[in-house]
């Protein structure tokens, strides 16, 4: 275990380390340039054509376009002057071509054998390594051969064919049937006089046949390789510039002037700042605790209340999709997989319930997980979605495998109840967060604590990671939230305006590119960020009473929240009304 500090070099630490006040002139450049970023973006809404899944358009597994692909690189190597590595490649992959042109030509050479009738030839060829699983083509070989032989009338050979090829291979026959006619062809004076062979038109048309079904068999044509492939100047580039349009196309703001992508490694996404409510979900019959959108998409949002359900909501009309009864306690928390298919909840009847969120709307719960003793308030999918961790009252951290819904292994070792737990991005790590107003890393695979935070002065009533898994975000009732570099274990961050100090769960985010931070507050306001200098950037609201959670969604560009009246809301940017009271923004940085 590893502590940071004592007391006194804790608040030593965070009067040296943490954002200091800037001055006004600072401050108020730097809240106008992120307000200027919001202002150039025009919203489309939410896009109403469709476009085919890109993975039913393009095959990456085709071979011609793997050779495609390859054909790019290499062009766009020797344009960038990398031509040693453009050689290297090229060279390789004609290696690899010179392979499938002898491959090629021996799939002539036993089509060749086949209209010849040269068995012989074709038994050799097909025993080698590309067709020595074949064993239905060998099948079909030795029948086109056995029945010539009883077309000729030669039995005894036809026989012994049938005794040592044909009666090993009996099971891959089309039919029941079709073994016995060709043992009953033993006793008749031609092919056509079995059931199976009525259609049966001779040697050649059956050679043919079997020629055909070969290469239906193999899907294999031979490339004609006599002209080089001409690749269109800057190819790669091109198609990449495309790929870039058609996300800033079907964005959910258009930017006024035209964006410079920085990195082709993260979906393009607009800079935005909410501004205005843009729907309301009501249907809860009691506060609202947690919320998440379903799936990296984001096209659904689910939440958990005090009501002991959980509801399914269309992100765009605030329409009540799905109920998902069961709970018979408030739900705490709640964690969604990629695909948006499975959702998991943490309730305070001790349960985390897993539910197939596109199964019967009422009756779809998969998995109920039990062990914890009494409240369970975290849950968390693991980055690779075959387990989960659970935390709680009970001061315990638990993994479980989602499939068979047993605890897999134990974590212990906070000092009281544990009120949020994730993943690392990669997944070897947990970060849990407690009321005894630490953070601990846990190894996943020895279960040991690895790492200790204790910076804060309250209960730790949220965690999370950015995308790469350097950062750490945490909420506490000190009133502040901090970013934390987890690499060098200490604060570089402190969020402070908002109000957490009492029994709630106040949990924080990211919010835009992560480079915005968005948390709830007692007072019924979502405040909003700058991740870089930890300047208060927006307020949003006032709503009736606490806010408990705040989530942004990359790609729907939308903030959703929830808190104690009930209601799940979300927040955009509308260019018609007043971005925020910049004064009063600045008032409260002052304050800090």
Known sequence: MVSLASHNHKHYHDLTCCNELEQPSQTKS?????????RNVIPVGKQSRSFPWYEQILDPKDRRLKEDIIRLIVQYLQEEDYLYSAAALQDEANVKHKDVLAQQAHLQRVKTAIV??????????????????????LYEVYKQQYLELVDRQEYQKAFVLLQKRLKSLEGYAQRLEEFHDLCYLLTCKSVNEAKSFRDWNGIMAGREALVEQFSRLLDFEVTDTSAPIQVPPSRLVQLLQQAVAYQVEFSRYHPKALPRIKTLLEDYHCFVLPNREKQRFVGHQSNVKCVKFVGEIG???VSGSSDNSLILWDTETGEKLASFIGHTSRIWDVDVTRGGGFIASASGDGTVRIWDAKSDLRSSCRTIISGHVRDVYTVSYHPRENHLVTGGYDKSLRLVDVRTGQTIKTFTGHDASISKAVFNPHGNLIISGSKDSTIKFWDVISGVCVKTLSSHLGEVTAVETNASGSLLLSSSKDNSNRLWDIRMARPTRRFKGHQNTSKNFIRVGFGTNEELVVGGSEDGFVYIWDTETGNLVQKLGPCMGPIYAAQWCNRQSLLASCGHDGMVRTWWFDPSAPLTDEDKIYETKECF
Do not use: M, P
């Open 116 to 137: 010849e009738g040269d068995w012989a030839e074709v038994e050799k060829l097909c025993s080698q390594a590309t067709f020595k699983n074949l064993k239905s083509f």
């Open 299 to 301: 096209a659904h949002l």
């Open 30 to 38: 730097r809240i106008e340039t992120i307000y200027e970023r919001s």
